[in-house]
Nanobody, 120 residues
Framework: QVQLVESGGGLVQPGGSVRLSCAASGSIFNINTMGWYRQVPGKQRELVAT???????NYADSVKGRFTISRDNAKNTVYLQMNSLKPEDTAVYYC??????????????WGQGTLVTVSS
């Protein structure tokens, strides 16, 4: 069984930085695209950033130049470095990974979510 465990959320002041981590574990044969999404109450979950297995990245316009997504394939881990944080970045952040498991099927897996609060 594959699971994704997130860490790194918390309270941060405007202009500050936070680094989120998401580690996949279980019977994993291959991981394709990994990404970060965020959601606030009353709004749709939105894409923040993605990274392909070869390192290609994609960012939402609202975070370009401030956030950086990266991955460590040896650790099955994806990171989100969040700099110059704004109050509007406050949200629950979820990681998602497309993973081929022991059944040889590719399935999307989600982390449990971690809350990032940007406030003075």
């Amino acid at each position: 069984q594959v699971q994704l465990v997130e860490s790194g959320g918390g309270l941060v002041q405007p202009g500050g930085s936070v680094r989120l981590s998401c580690a996949a574990s279980g019977s994993i044969f291959n991981i394709n695209t990994m990404g970060w999404y965020r959601q606030v109450p009353g709004k749709q979950r939105e894409l923040v950033a993605t990274i392909t297995s070869s390192g290609g990245t994609n960012y939402a316009d609202s975070v370009k130049g401030r956030f950086t997504i990266s991955r460590d394939n040896a650790k099955n881990t994806v990171y989100l470095q969040m700099n110059s944080l704004k109050p509007e970045d406050t949200a629950v952040y979820y990681c998602k990974s497309t993973i081929q498991d022991f059944t040889l099927m590719y399935r999307d897996h989600w982390g449990q979510g971690t809350l990032v609060t940007v406030s003075s």
